[in-house]
């Protein structure tokens, strides 16, 4: 593949991926702030919900896909987002055991952060090379 498209399809993935990010936090912080769920439950549910959106979203305008097979495209997206979530929880966890002495709340959302953008580089080539591969 080219670089310049390869370029353009992460940038797309990266604005998606931006909007994900905020359906995600937005998920996070209600089950973890006011419904009192557990920080990697309430991770979990805002990283599903975000994983949802993305999929529909880099099918149409990132990847342009033509998979008749939807079902079988959201199941092998879900499966590299899952990948990806044992990722972003596994950086938290990590984090969070290197960093004890930080502010717990600050700890755990710049942690987030940093989480996201490790977790960002394994879904875009994920997807590009097993979800949405060119046939």
Request: glycine share 8%.
């Amino acid at each position: 593949m080219e670089l310049r498209p390869l370029i353009t399809k992460f940038v797309k993935f990266g604005l998606v991926g931006a909007s994900g990010m905020v359906v995600h936090f937005a998920v996070l912080y209600f089950f973890r702030e006011i419904a009192g769920l557990n920080d990697f439950v309430a991770n979990t549910i805002g990283f599903i919900t975000a994983a949802t959106t993305n999929y529909f979203l880099n099918r149409w305008w990132t990847f342009r896909s033509q998979e008749k097979q939807v079902a079988v495209e959201y199941l092998k997206f879900i499966l590299v987002s899952v990948i990806g979530l044992g990722i972003n929880n596994g950086t938290l966890w990590l984090g969070g055991k290197l960093l004890p002495e930080w502010n717990d709340d600050w700890r755990f959302y710049v942690l987030w952060v940093f989480a996201v953008g490790v977790t960002t580089l394994w879904n875009f080539f994920g997807n590009m090379l097993f979800t949405f591969k060119q046939k």
